[in-house]
């Protein structure tokens, strides 16, 4: 192949109970990148619509992961990159993983797949490095992967792909305005206690196995955080009143999606999903804040050539 375009969808990523190690990918939200090889053994960023970008390779997430995976094979082919970013920048739900997986899985298949899904996903944390300050894996992982994603460890990194039950639907509100991720951790305390520490993992334990349970009450019962939501929550508007009306309206659970603003409200089956989309357009219609609705299935294969 001498081009190729592919969807890099959004993601989720902490999910209450799983801060920096927990992601599912969204079906229906995502960006479109256009990647084509060229004869100047050069990496260029041609063309970027939908924001305001940097088009330089090396202050762009797109641009920093492919350099990665070409310095790691030696090789000097050349790629032109065109991104159509229809996530949101600083929306939570992924941006910047998004062009980071979406570029670096691209150019693997015009280099004939030198490298697994899994492999990729070390040279797309090269562009939340640059994005937050941190390579977390937590949404490039299942961007690429799919599904729901542990990181087990980041040093040596491993990735476990988990089950998605057929039933999730993730509804997913964005007010319109921006949290940098690096702002967003910058307030994150870096001790907790051990009360608080035992809560977590016991939470993402018991998530876990409900996934390959399909034990849904216990999904809700699990996202729970009692170490990151109740700071970066006093960044997002209206949190504790959505928080209230999403459970009220049915929702296994609910929590901020990445570093926020977005939040996501998990729900068993399209009905109840629907229950909760309406709840909130009926409280958002005379607030005075912009937002994006999503309600989206879980992506159970990630990235897909268009």
Same mark, same amino acid.
């Given at each position: #192949?001498?081009? =190729? ?27 479109? #990148? ?7 053994? /050069? !990496? ?9 970008? $940097?088009m330089e390779i090396h202050k762009n ?8 995976? !070409?310095?790691?094979? %030696? ?15 600083? *929306?939570?739900? %992924? ?29 797309? #944390?090269?562009?939340? !490095? ?13 961007? !690429? ?10 040093? $040596?990194?491993? =990735? ?9 639907? #993730?509804?997913?509100?964005? $007010?319109? =305005? ?7 951790? *910058? ?21 876990? *196995? ?39 309206? %049915? ?11 977005s939040v996501f409200a998990m729900c068993?089956?399209? *009905? ?12 958002? /219609?005379?607030?005075?804040?912009g937002f994006e609705l999503h309600v ?8 897909? =050539?268009?």
């Amino acid at each position: #192949m001498e081009e =190729i375009k592919i969807f890099a969808p959004a993601t989720v990523a902490n999910l209450s109970c799983g801060f920096d190690v927990l992601g599912c990918c969204l079906q229906n939200v995502g960006d479109e #990148m256009l990647l084509k090889k060229n004869d100047l053994n /050069q !990496l260029r960023i041609t063309k970027i619509t939908g924001a305001d970008l $940097p088009m330089e390779i090396h202050k762009n997430v797109a641009g920093v992961a492919v350099l990665a995976l !070409l310095d790691r094979l %030696g090789s000097k082919q050349g790629f032109d990159i065109e991104i159509d970013k229809k996530i949101r920048s600083g *929306s939570g739900i %992924g941006s910047s993983a998004a062009s980071s997986a979406g570029a670096v899985y691209a150019v693997n298949k015009l280099l004939d797949d030198p490298f697994t899904n899994n492999e990729l996903i070390e040279f797309a #944390m090269q562009g939340e !490095l640059l994005a937050s300050g941190n390579a977390h894996a937590d949404n490039v992982a299942p961007a !690429l992967l799919g599904g729901f994603s542990l990181v087990r460890s980041y040093d $040596p990194l491993e =990735i476990l792909g988990l089950p998605a039950p057929s039933e999730i639907r #993730m509804v997913v509100l964005h $007010p319109m =305005i921006e949290i940098k991720t690096r702002d967003s951790r *910058s307030i994150i305390k870096q001790n907790v206690t051990l009360a608080s520490a035992i809560a977590q993992w016991g939470n993402l334990g018991a998530f876990v *196995s409900a996934l390959y349970t399909n034990d849904y009450k216990l999904m809700g019962r699990s996202l729970h955080d009692a170490i990151v939501e109740p700071v970066r929550s006093i960044l997002i508007p209206y949190f504790d009143e959505l928080k209230k009306l999403a459970l009220d309206n %049915g929702a296994l659970g609910f929590g901020i999606s990445g570093s926020g603003p977005s939040v996501f409200a998990m729900c068993q089956g399209d *009905s109840a999903a629907e229950e909760v989309k309406a709840g909130y357009l009926n409280f958002l /219609q005379d607030k005075e804040v912009g937002f994006e609705l999503h309600v989206s299935e879980i992506n159970k294969t990630g990235i897909r =050539i268009l």
